[in-house]
C-alpha cells in the first residue's frame, strides 16, 4: 500500500509520461519519484536520446538522414540549437544509464543506419556491397581498429570505393569503426575530415563536459575505454590551468596505478577554448610527484615521463631535471639525445597540425 497519494503526472499512462519527457527533454524528470522514472527507464527512449544527442549535425545529415523509424517525432535533430545540444549531452554523460555498452550499440546502429540512407544509390561492386551489408566482424575488432593517433582519426579502417549513379564521379567509402563514423568523399591524396557522420560528436564551439564519474577510480577497462572514446570531443579542463586533469594524474601517481597512468599520458583530450585535442598534460607538479612516490629502483612513472614528456619540464628548473635523471639511472647523454628526439616529434606534429588547418 502506498503511503503517499500519486500526483496527477504519475496518474498517467506510462505512454502519456513517456511523451511529456520527449516533448519537454527534462533529464532530471526521472528524479522526481520512483514511479516516473520507473516509467522512463527504456532502453529504447535512451536510445532515441543518444541519437537526438550526440548524432553529428554535418551538412550531409540535413537531407533525409533523421527519418522518423530512427528519431521518431516529437524528437526533431535541428530543432536544437547548438548550445542546448550541449547542455542535453553533458546531462546525458552523467546520468547512471550512460554506459559504453550502450553507446557502443548506438554506434553502431548509427553507421548502419548512414550506410542505409546514403550509401543505397552508389554503385559498389558486389563484393564491396557484400562487406557493407555484413560488419559484424569488423565492429567485433575495434581494439584492432584506428585509435587516434595524435588525437587525429586516419583515412579510414574499411574505405571501400564507389561510384556516384548520376555522374559515375569516383567515391571513396571510408567507415572507422571505434569512433562510429562514415564518410563518402572524392579520392584525394591529403585526407580532409569534412562532413563526416560520426555518434558521438560534440560541437568544436559548444562541446559537452567531461562527466565526473569518467575521471576517477576504481579504473577498469570499460571506464577507460569510453574516456578514449568521449577524450577528442568532450572538454575536461575549462582552459590552460587543467585543474581535472593535472588532479586525476597525479591522484593516479598516489594510488601506484601505472597501468592507468599509462593509458592517460598516452591519451589525447580536448579543453573547452582550445578547438584540437592535446596529449594528457603532464606538468612539473606530476614530476615531483613522481619523485615522492617513487619505488627505491628503476621507477616505472619516473621512466615514461622522462622517455615520452621529458620536454615538458621547465628547461630552467636544472634541479628537477637532475633528481629525475638520476632516479631513472640514465646518463646526462642519453637524456640530451631523448630530449631532442622529442623536441623533433613536437615539431613535426605541429607542422602536420598546420598542415590540417591550411
Not at 564551439?205 to 570531443?233: F, N, Q
Not at 598534460?281 to 617513487?294: D, K, S, V
Amino acid at each position: 500500500m502506498n503511503r503517499w497519494p500519486r500526483s496527477r503526472l504519475e496518474s498517467l499512462p506510462v505512454e502519456i509520461i513517456q511523451k511529456i519527457f520527449l516533448e519537454c527533454l527534462e533529464i532530471n524528470l526521472p528524479r522526481a519519484s520512483i514511479h516516473i522514472a520507473s516509467a522512463l527507464s527504456d532502453p529504447l527512449i535512451y536510445t532515441w536520446l543518444i541519437r537526438l544527442a550526440f548524432s553529428s549535425a554535418n551538412e550531409s545529415s540535413r537531407h533525409g538522414f533523421f527519418t522518423p523509424d530512427f528519431l521518431p517525432p516529437p524528437l526533431d535533430f535541428f530543432a536544437l540549437s547548438p548550445a542546448e545540444r550541449r547542455d542535453l549531452q553533458t546531462n546525458i554523460l552523467q546520468c547512471r544509464w550512460s554506459t559504453l555498452a550502450l553507446m557502443r550499440k548506438c554506434q553502431r546502429e548509427y553507421v548502419e543506419h548512414a550506410i542505409r540512407i546514403k550509401c543505397k544509390d552508389l554503385i559498389f561492386s558486389p563484393e564491396d556491397r557484400r562487406r557493407l551489408a555484413n560488419l559484424d566482424e569488423c565492429f567485433a575488432r575495434r581494439a584492432e581498429c584506428d585509435q587516434g593517433r595524435n588525437g587525429r582519426r586516419g583515412k579510414g579502417d574499411l574505405v571501400l570505393t564507389a561510384k556516384a549513379p548520376n555522374s559515375n564521379a569516383d567515391l571513396k567509402v571510408a567507415i572507422w569503426f571505434n569512433f562510429g563514423a562514415l564518410q563518402i568523399r572524392e579520392p584525394s591524396p591529403v585526407f580532409y575530415e569534412t562532413d563526416v557522420f560520426r555518434l558521438p560528436c560534440c560541437s568544436i564551439d559548444y562541446p559537452a563536459r567531461m562527466p565526473d564519474k569518467l575521471l576517477k577510480p576504481p579504473w577498469t577497462e570499460g571506464k577507460l575505454e569510453y574516456l578514449a572514446l568521449l577524450s577528442t570531443e568532450a572538454y575536461i579542463d575549462e582552459g590552460s590551468s587543467y585543474d581535472r586533469s593535472k588532479q586525476v594524474l597525479r591522484q593516479v601517481i598516489r594510488d601506484r596505478d601505472f597501468p592507468t597512468f599509462e593509458r592517460l599520458l598516452n591519451m589525447h583530450i580536448r579543453t573547452k577554448v582550445y578547438n584540437y585535442p592535446l596529449r594528457w598534460p603532464a606538468r612539473p607538479t606530476h614530476f615531483r610527484a613522481a619523485l615522492r612516490y617513487a619505488d627505491d629502483h628503476d621507477d616505472p612513472f619516473i621512466r615514461l615521463l622522462v622517455e615520452k614528456r621529458w620536454q615538458e619540464l621547465p628547461p630552467n628548473d636544472v634541479r628537477l631535471r637532475a633528481a629525475l635523471l638520476a632516479k631513472d639511472g640514465r646518463s646526462r647523454i642519453r637524456g640530451r639525445e631523448r630530449e631532442r628526439q622529442q623536441e623533433q616529434e613536437q615539431e613535426q606534429e605541429q607542422e602536420r597540425e598546420r598542415e590540417v588547418e591550411e
